[in-house]
């Protein structure tokens, strides 16, 4: 069964940082594409970053360039999201995804374009 696992949120103040984790059980993870999304309540879906099966290229969303940093580990299955500076407004339930085949590197900022996803967590980020 596949399962990605996102652990990592919490209440942090404004200005503070937070390091997300999402561990996956899939057996093609190491080539596969893997992406960080955000829900706000009342808001759809939207993208925040995006990384190549080798890690090579990473993409970020405007709102986070600078900040969040996304990173995985092929060894371990696992894919993080590193988020410094967070804003109030970086509040919202991240969810990771994979995303196997090719692709163009714009459909990886697309939900639709991922075949899993994680249940979510939780990022409160206070003023």
């Known amino acids: 069964q596949v399962q990605l696992v996102e652990s990592g949120g919490g209440l942090v103040q404004a200005g503070g940082s937070l390091r997300l984790s999402c561990a996956a059980s899939?057996?093609?993870?190491?080539?596969?594409?893997m992406g960080w999304f955000r829900q706000a309540p009342g808001k759809e879906r939207e993208f925040v970053a995006a990384?190549?099966?080798?890690?090579?290229?990473?993409y970020y969303a405007d709102s986070v360039k600078d900040r969040f940093t996304i990173s995985r580990d092929n060894a371990k299955n696992t894919v993080y999201l590193q988020m410094n500076s967070l804003k109030p407004e970086d509040t919202a339930v991240y969810y990771c995804?994979?995303?196997?085949?090719?692709?163009?590197?714009?459909?990886?900022?697309?939900?639709?374009?991922?075949?899993?996803w994680g249940q979510g967590t939780q990022v409160t980020v206070s003023s």
């Open positions: 995804a994979e995303k196997g085949g090719s692709y163009f590197y714009t459909a990886l900022m697309l939900p639709r374009e991922y075949d899993y």
């Open positions: 899939t057996r093609t993870f190491s080539r596969d594409a």
């Open positions: 990384i190549s099966a080798s890690g090579d290229s990473k």
